[in-house]
């Protein structure tokens, strides 16, 4: 009973659990993908604001560098001005076609850009005689080399791709600086915006830098679970922000393909590429700084977000390890098997002991049933208090057995008389076998004792019926008395007999009534 009891409890919670668990599951994830799309969503939004802050200070600017080309000198107070104006830009450079300045030399550029910024964004170490202006915190320079010389080296600015790029493609862009091997930067972004004379040929570029650490900051703090992370790609699908900073050079959404070649990867790795929006499950290794000590180098199945940019073609990606969406569910599932895997072992101990208190008194008459199978009905039965249906049991079968032992103490007793009578019947059918064996035995003698008187009275019969003509009287007479005397004996022994038959008749009829 223990067991069934058990087993049929075991089974609905198993289907308890498995219905909820399949239930909080699919919620959980709908609620965790909301959070993740949230999160994606306000970060997109927040860089999208910061680009367009800087979008439009860039294009404003534009304007007045557009409207005085005539007029070279202004160029270092525009460059100075977006700087002051917008906190997100960091520098600003203004580059002109070689020889539009002929007075100016071959190559014009004024940059300005703020010194507190880190000697790995902005090199400090220029010529003082490059100098045009310092401002509070902004230094303003026309050294055409002066931009990222520990990444170009001497490479003119004309040869640097955030200038050569909206130049050949005709139009604005945001542009990762590139070095001459190829490998992207990973300290500023450039807003470039090609310069237009009156008659609409470009004539140079107006670019403004912001840093990369705002970026990572904003990408890496969107973190809508522990292990989870944002990253954000660029045009060729490189990485612009990562938690890994190996993957920052040379390092691209195709490189999924290399670690996990399978189909849902794939779609993935298109479905970024082609500026979609959406989310796909794939296995991959974590990044070494958010992956614990025990799964590195481990793939497991993440749920990747991500979402285009509107202004720009890049993509947005979180991210979300599925330990962590379903963790807290996993954990709450595993306590509840636990709690439930020890409340079946106290319920099962407790319908032990119930069940051997219940039926503590089918044990005493089972014992009893036993003893009285054996012959023993001298046993008494305690009398129980209990109303239910076994204490009834209990009790009736204690009835039953008193009832018992009365009934064969009776039988017992009448079996004695039994057997007394059994007794005086038999000593009396001895006695009367005797008797029957001696009348049997007078019956024979009287008989034989018979033979002789009868044969003679047939012989005097015969004698006379055939020579009775010549017989004397006296012969006769002698003859008669021979005869009456033969009679008689016969007469007495037939009395005999008769005495013999009443006897037994009565007997027979005493003996009934004895019994």
């Known amino acids: 009973m223990s067991l069934w009891v058990v087993v049929t409890v075991t089974l609905l919670i198993v289907a ?24 994606l969503e306000n970060t997109v939004m927040e860089i999208e604001n ?38 997100h830009i960091i520098g600003c450079a203004i580059a002109f076609e070689p020889n539009f300045y002929p007075a100016k030399g071959e190559l014009f550029m004024v940059y300005s850009y703020n010194r507190n910024t880190p000697s790995s964004e902005i090199r400090n170490d220029y010529n003082t005689d490059s100098i045009v202006s310092i401002t509070d915190d902004i230094v303003t320079v026309n050294n055409p080399k002066v931009i990222q010389p520990d990444v170009y080296g001497d490479l003119p600015y004309t040869e640097q791709n955030w200038y050569s790029t909206p130049i050949e493609e005709g139009k604005k862009c945001w542009i990762r600086p590139r070095t001459p091997g190829g490998t992207d930067n990973s300290t500023i972004l450039t807003y470039s915006v090609p310069i237009h004379d009156v008659e609409g040929n470009t004539v140079g570029i107006l670019a403004a830098d912001i840093s ?50 399978d189909s849902e990867t794939e779609e993935l790795v298109q479905s970024i590429m082609a500026g979609e929006r959406g989310y796909r499950a794939i296995n991959f290794v974590l990044p070494t700084s958010l992956a614990d000590a025990n799964e590195l180098q481990k793939p497991e199945k993440c749920y990747v977000l991500y979402q285009p940019f509107k202004t720009e073609n890049w993509e947005a990606c979180i991210v979300c390890p599925e330990r962590d969406i379903f963790g807290a569910n996993q954990r709450l599932l595993s306590n509840m098997i636990h709690i439930t895997i020890i409340g079946l072992v106290i319920i099962f101990f407790f319908c032990i002991f119930f069940t051997s208190w219940q039926f503590k008194p089918l044990d005493v008459l089972a014992h009893s049933a036993q003893n009285i199978a054996k012959g023993n009905f001298t046993e008494a039965i305690p009398r129980t208090r209990r109303k239910d249906e076994i204490g009834g049991l209990q009790n009736n079968f204690r009835i039953m057995q008193k009832a018992l032992v009365k009934h064969i103490d009776d039988i017992k007793k009448s079996a004695d008389v039994l057997n007394e009578r ?68 016969v007469t007495a022994l037939l009395d005999r007999l008769l005495e013999l038959s009443q006897e037994k008749e009565s007997t027979k009829t005493t003996t009934p009534k004895e019994t």
């Open 16 to 39: 308890v659990l498995f219905i909820m668990f399949r239930v909080s599951h699919q919620a959980i994830k709908e609620e965790a993908l909301a959070k993740a799309t949230q999160t």
């Open 50 to 87: 910061t680009l367009q802050e800087v979008e439009v200070a860039t294009n404003n600017m534009l304007w007045n560098v557009e409207h005085h080309l005539s007029q070279p000198e202004v160029m270092a107070t525009y460059a100075q001005k977006i700087v002051e104006i917008n906190p």
């Open 212 to 261: 990369i650490d705002w970026f990572s900051r904003t990408v890496l703090e969107a973190k809508p679970f522990p292990h989870s992370y944002c990253t954000m790609l660029g045009r060729r699908g490189t990485f612009i922000i990562h938690p890994d900073s190996t993957k920052l050079h040379n390092g691209s959404v195709y490189d999924l393909l290399k670690e996990e070649q």
């Open 422 to 489: 059994n007794e005086a019947l038999n000593a009396a059918y001895q006695q009367v076998q005797e008797v029957e064996r001696v009348k049997a035995f007078f019956i024979h003698n009287v008989t034989d004792q018979m033979l002789r008187p009868v044969a003679a009275i047939d012989s005097l019969v015969a004698n006379l019926r055939e020579d009775y003509k010549n017989i004397q009287q006296n012969e006769v007479i002698q003859m008669s008395g021979q005869m009456v005397s033969h009679t008689q004996s």
